[in-house]
């Protein structure tokens, strides 16, 4: 039987977490982002002094011994990470992270211990579970699938527009420029890269309001429910 998995994967900044965030909401049901749960990894490592960005691979990886990682459903319903039992917040979404995440996401061994535990959340029932490589490695028998892009241009704009993601001075050639260099790293890793899974529906959503796409999806999946 198919994993009873919303898979959403996409590039950077491409609109994944607002919509599976909003998905989740219209379906009652949990949203995990394993976007965070990366980023989470790279925050404990550069609080730890350990920078993952300087191929720092063996310390890294040393640390995930002393890391607990949990989805917990609060109680507004919504699922949040925590991290050693506080919750991980916007700490994990800061440019400092963001610069070394990739870096992070790309040693085999953090990706191993993280694919685990994101298996185990297909124990919650129907999820949305959103990232790079949900549709090709960690849920490849996912029931629904979709790979969201925009072009780079519409990417770093939206960027720019969450407070506290990118640096105070930044421009959207700034930015555009760490998308794309993230991307790149996303995309050519040898583990689980970055990559739309031949069965993914893909929505290109640089002329689509994010209602349009969120309405595209539930249509997709309430249509195949009946
Ligand atoms: O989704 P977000 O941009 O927050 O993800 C941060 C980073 O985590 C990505 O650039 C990527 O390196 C890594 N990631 C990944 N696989 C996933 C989700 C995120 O490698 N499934």
Redesign the pocket.
Known sequence: MAADVIAI?GP??SG??TIAARIAGILGIPYI???????AVTFYALTRGVKPCRDRQTETVALLDRLILEYRRTDNGTYELFLNGEAAGAAI?TPEV?AC??Q???MPEV?TWLLRQ?RDYANLGRIVM?????GTV?FPDAAYKFFLTASPEARARRRLGQAGETPADATIRSVAAEIAA??R??SS?AA?P?RQAPDAVLIDSTELTIDQVVDIIIARVRHADH
């Open positions: 994967d950077a900044a994944k977490s982002n394993t976007g965070n749960m990366y980023r979404r963001t995440v990739s992070a996401a790309a990706r994101q959103e990232g790079r490589d949900i960690v993230r991307d790293l996303d890793r689980a970055l």
